[in-house]
């Protein structure tokens, strides 16, 4: 009797184990079938120089007209994002070794950076402008530029590739090339270059900040629309950022982003 009784525990016991592992497993499949919904992370590169598209608010932290507008997108398509700085021209290699997914720097399409990038629909034009201390009276125009002076841009940039074909011209004497475009204002500032070559809204935005000290001169040089850049042949992620831009374009939050940063909208109805 005493036996029978011992072997009815241990099956009940042999139950409750079974029975409790079948509880254990019911949970972790239900905690895969979570963590395949896990929304997908993506490192969004910039250089932080470049306002009001790519800045550093007081704290340190990337901000700007292109974290908001990534941001956006990725709350559209249900993908979250972490932004990484780094120099301008490392932002292409960032992308092909696979470091980074997205570049969002107010960076212009360019037929030879498509041969290194895929580049989502543009977001925003903008042409290059001359910019110099608001007291000269000498420079009128990149015509006027001349053999005896400097002028500075952005390492990488089409502004300094501008640059360096006026030097290769002889038009100036030299193009300083230099890693940030606000070491480009502060020589601009301190009268070691004459002239710098930067994107005609963020001109505007350097002017405004500091007003009464800049101007720009002469006509706007042309230049490509920026556009956000993903590895060669990543087509999901291309599709998701266009799809994105399509829908914030839409209901209205482009429009909001453009309106906090005093960029122009692209796509408003002229
Ligand atoms: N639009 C110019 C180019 O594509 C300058 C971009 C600079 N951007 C930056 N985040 N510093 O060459």
Not at 92 to 99: E, L, R, W
Request: positive net charge.
């Amino acid at each position: 009797m005493k036996k029978k009784m011992a072997v009815k525990l241990a099956v009940l016991g042999l139950c409750a184990v079974v029975a409790l592992a079948f509880t254990a497993c019911g949970s972790s499949s239900s905690g895969n079938k979570n963590s395949k919904k896990t929304t997908k992370t993506y490192t969004v590169v910039t250089e932080p120089t470049f306002p009001p598209y790519d800045t550093t608010d007081k704290d340190g932290n990337l901000t700007g007209f292109d974290m908001d507008m990534v941001k956006a997108i990725a709350k559209d398509q249900g993908f979250k994002v972490k932004f990484k700085s780094m120099e301008f021209q490392s932002l292409i290699p960032a992308i092909q070794s696979g470091n980074a997914d997205i570049i969002a720097a107010g960076m212009n399409v360019d037929k030879d950076r498509s041969k290194k990038v895929d580049f989502s629909n543009t977001y925003c034009d903008a042409g290059l402008v001359v910019m110099v201390k608001k007291d000269n009276a000498t420079i009128k125009g990149e015509e006027s530029l001349t053999k005896d002076m400097k002028v500075a841009s952005q390492t990488g940039t089409s502004g300094a590739t501008e640059c360096k074909n006026l030097q290769k011209k002889g038009q100036i004497k030299q193009a300083v090339i230099l890693d940030g475009f606000d070491t480009c204002i502060m020589q601009l500032q301190n009268g070691d270059v004459n002239a710098v070559i930067i994107d005609k809204p963020v001109a505007q935005n350097y002017m405004q900040k500091h007003s009464g000290k800049f101007k720009t001169v002469g006509k706007t040089l042309d230049a490509e629309s920026y556009a956000m850049a993903v590895k060669k042949g990543n087509t999901a992620l291309k599709k998701q950022l266009n799809d994105g831009l399509k829908n914030i374009v839409k209901n209205g939050k482009f429009q909001k982003i453009c309106d906090k940063w005093g960029v122009g909208n692209k796509f408003a109805s002229k």
